[in-house]
């Protein structure tokens, strides 16, 4: 085996937008022996999550937790509200918009795609357009993602409630913030939103494993109206559990409960509201760092205007097969993992060499941003990669005026 660069000894740093770096004292919490989960601790733990967690979606809402990932999220959330030959709407800004439509075509729905490319938000006159034509009203939700993780692109929830009410359309509005809770700002109840999707890994800093679905009275409503939900799947057991066994129908996720404590009192001892801003904060020392770059090379933000960023994750374009050149160097040199282009372009085309993506959600302060900013900036000197001068220097200014 080849000696390993001398600058890639020490603790690696994960940059991707997801599973996000784990806080220790969330590792530590779940560092111990398998706990009973008929009785003790355990009960009083998960009922508590609950409050906390609506906290962090600001609702006063219903919350299901479910053992999976984000896609078991979105299937949880499908399952309870439409039945096969139900139509949905859903307006994409990137892979994982057209992925929950995928979901949704896979339990029997007809959808509706209104594809509005890689790098723009929805225009919500295409979508009203798209609703007035429904004179029926056979859309039975509307399928929306706020932060799309494979573009970068954050949606206006709000905005697109406005709509369908300013349509007069009954549409269900459910969002998928798996990338987005607790890092761009969301109001789940202000911007009423029926339905909320999110997961544990992302800004939550849990290691992937548990998945949320958080719903309102109307969405309970139509799940009451609905001819047969499979039992998994079903929110209402898990909302409202007569037995603790009942959140998770079946045995629980006991260590992911212990993390997720941790990470709630992490994430409340904070504020939710200085989360968002050192989330926002940090996002434009790197959009700085980014333009400078770009003043004299092929690195370009994929979303122009800030606006529509999310804080928590920045999709680059800087040329085949620049992207995959970086992406390795500083990985096998010094140890940072970048983000592929997901979705950018397909894996077989060379396209696909010239995205990449940062991950700048939960446990990130200002020192590890300026590391990742100044592994980057070895990593283009070391491939040749043309950039403009003062990324660091622009980064740096921004953290500094706070």
Known sequence: MPPRPIASFGRDYLAIPGPSVIPDAVLRAMHRA???????ELI????????????????QGNVAMYIGNGHAAWEAALANTVSPGDRVLVPATGRFGVGWGEMATGLGAEVDTIDFGKRAPMDMDRIAEALRADTGHRIKAVLAVH????????????????TLDAVGHPALLMADCIASLGCDVFEMD???????VAGCQKGLMVPPGMCFVFFNARAAAVR???????????????????????YWNGTAPTHHLYGLRTALDMLHGEGIEGVWARHALLARAIWAACEAWGQAGPLELNVRDAQHRSCAVTALRIGSPNGTALRD???????????????MAAPGDPAWHGFFRLGHMGHVNGHMIMGMLGGIEAGLAACDIARGPGALDAAAAVIAAG
């Open 34 to 40: 398998a706990p009973n989960i008929y009785a003790g």
């Open 329 to 343: 160097w500083v990985q096998q040199n010094i140890g940072l993992t970048l983000g592929i282009g997901l979705g």
């Open 44 to 59: 009083d733990i998960a009922a508590g999550l609950v409050p906390d967690l609506r906290a962090v979606a600001r609702t």
């Open 147 to 162: 932060v799309d993780t494979s573009t970068s692109v954050r949606n206006d929830i709000a905005a697109l409630r406005a």
């Open 224 to 246: 009451a109206a609905m001819p047969r939900v499979s039992r998994y799947w079903d929110w209402q057991p898990r909302a409202h559990p007569e037995e603790f066994f009942m």
């Open 190 to 196: 202000a911007w009423g939103v029926d339905v909320m």
